[in-house]
C-alpha cells in the first residue's frame, strides 16, 4: 500500500498506469487528497470499482500531533512520526497571511552553537508524506489557506535535496495547497553544490543562507559545517543563484552578544554583501534551554542595524512572532525529549 502523500502529481500518475489505471485520474484524486477539505474521494465522481482498486493501493496517511502550543501570533505543533521520532512545524499567523516553517529532517547534523536542533544531531531525513502531512496537519487546524512556506524548521534542506524539491512541487500544486514559488523560502547553512543544483531546479524558490558571521573563523566557531565551504564560495553561489533566478537572496544573522555583533563584524558583513542582491535579515536569538549565549541588547543590535544600512544593505529585522512559542528550531522537540527521559538536552 502506498500513502498517496508520498507522491508527487507525476508519480501518482506513474503509479496508476501500473495497477491499470488511467494516469488521468490524478487530475481528480490530487485535488481531493490536497483541497481544503481533502481526503476522502468517495464523492469524486469516481467508479465503485476503480475506489475500490484505488483503496486496494493507497491510502492517506496522517501525521499524529502529540503537542501544540499556541499564541496570538504562532502556534507550534510538535507532530509523532510513525516509527516515533518526532518533528515540529511552526505557523506564523501574519496580518497579510499564514506562514507555516516545516521541518525536513529528524534532527540535523550542522551542529549550530545556537540551535536547539543542531544538539539533537539528525536521526533522519523526513519522507515527502511527512513533509506534506507538516502542512496539511496545520491547515486543518487553522481552517483557512496558507499563503507561504518556511522551509527552514529542524534539518537542513538541502541535505534532504530529492524529497525537498518533491515537496515544493507538491506545495505549489495549483489545485492543492497553491502556494506560489514567490511564497515559498528555503533556508541553507550554504551547502555550496546544492545551492548551484537548486539554481537550475524546476522550481527555484526564494533562498535564505544562514550566514551568522563575517569571516570563516568566527563562523566556523558557531557552526562547525561551515568548515566544509568558506564564505567566499557561499557568497559566490548565492550570486549565481540570484542572477540565474533574478532573485533577492535572504542573508540571516542571529545576534549574538559579545559574540558576532560588533560594529567591526556590522562593517565586514556590509564589505562581504556589496554589490549582491540580496539583504540582511536580522534575528534576535531566542535563547533555549541553558543558552550557550545571550541575546546582543537592542542599542547593540540598533548600532548593527545602522551600519549595515550606512554602507547601502537592505536589512530588515524577524518579527518575534515565534518566542512566545519557543520557536527556535527544535526547542519543542527538545524539550519533549528532555520529559521523556527525564534528562536535559546538552
Ligand atoms: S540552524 Fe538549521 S542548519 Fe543549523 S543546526 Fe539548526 S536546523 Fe540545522
Given amino acids: 500500500m502506498t500513502d498517496y502523500y508520498d507522491l508527487t502529481y507525476s ?25 481544503m477539505n481533502g481526503g476522502s474521494l468517495t464523492d469524486s465522481g469516481l467508479k465503485k470499482e476503480t475506489l475500490e482498486k484505488l483503496s486496494g493501493n493507497f491510502f492517506c496517511g496522517e501525521l499524529e500531533c502529540i503537542s501544540t502550543l499556541t499564541s496570538e501570533t504562532a502556534d507550534k505543533f510538535l507532530f509523532q512520526l510513525r516509527d516515533g521520532n518526532t518533528v515540529e512545524s511552526v505557523l506564523m499567523k501574519h496580518e497579510f497571511g499564514y506562514n507555516v516553517c516545516v521541518s525536513t529532517q529528524v534532527g540535523c547534523n550542522m551542529g549550530c552553537k545556537f ?18 502531512g507538516q502542512l496539511l496537519a496545520v491547515r486543518k487546524k487553522l481552517g483557512q489557506k496558507i499563503t507561504g512556506l518556511s ?16 515537496f515544493i512541487s507538491v506545495a505549489m500544486y495549483q489545485k492543492g495547497f497553491d502556494i506560489g514559488a514567490k511564497h515559498i523560502t528555503l533556508s541553507t547553512c550554504g551547502l555550496v553544490p546544492k545551492i548551484y543544483e537548486l539554481a537550475g531546479a524546476e522550481n527555484p524558490v526564494n533562498l535564505a543562507v544562514s550566514l551568522h558571521a563575517p569571516d570563516d573563523e568566527l563562523r566556523r566557531s558557531i557552526m562547525p ?45 556590509a564589505s562581504l554583501l556589496k554589490d549582491i542582491n540580496g539583504y540582511v535579515n536580522i534575528i534576535r536569538y531566542n535563547p533555549t534551554e541553558n543558552p550557550p549565549f545571550t541575546c546582543s541588547p537592542h542599542e547593540r543590535i ?7 544600512k550606512k554602507n547601502g544593505i537592505g536589512v530588515t529585522m524577524r518579527r518575534e512572532l515565534g518566542a512566545s512559542v519557543n520557536a527556535a ?18
Avoid: H
Fill in 115 to 132: 540551535c536547539a536542533s543542531g544538539q539533537l544531531k539528525k536521526v533522519r531525513d523526513l519522507s515527502l508524506s511527512e513533509m506534506t
Fill in 302 to 308: 540598533m548600532s548593527f542595524y545602522d551600519i549595515l
Fill in 151 to 166: 522551509i527552514m524548521g529542524i534539518g537542513e534542506p538541502l541535505d534532504n535535496y530529492e524529497n525537498v524539491l518533491r
Fill in 225 to 269: 559545517s561551515a568548515k566544509k565551504y568558506s564564505l567566499a564560495e557561499i557568497i559566490k553561489a548565492a550570486r549565481y543563484y540570484s542572477e540565474r533566478g533574478n532573485r533577492r537572496i535572504t542573508f540571516e544573522y542571529v545576534m549574538l552578544s559579545g559574540v558576532n555583533d560588533s560594529d567591526e563584524c556590522a562593517e565586514k558583513l
Fill in 11 to 35: 508519480e501518482l500518475r506513474e503509479k496508476l498506469a501500473v495497477i491499470g489505471e488511467k494516469p488521468s485520474r490524478a487530475d481528480i484524486i490530487f485535488p481531493v487528497i490536497y483541497g
Fill in 329 to 346: 528550531c527544535g526547542q519543542l522537540r527538545a524539550s519533549a525529549i528532555t520529559d521523556r527521559k527525564g534528562v536535559n538536552i546538552p
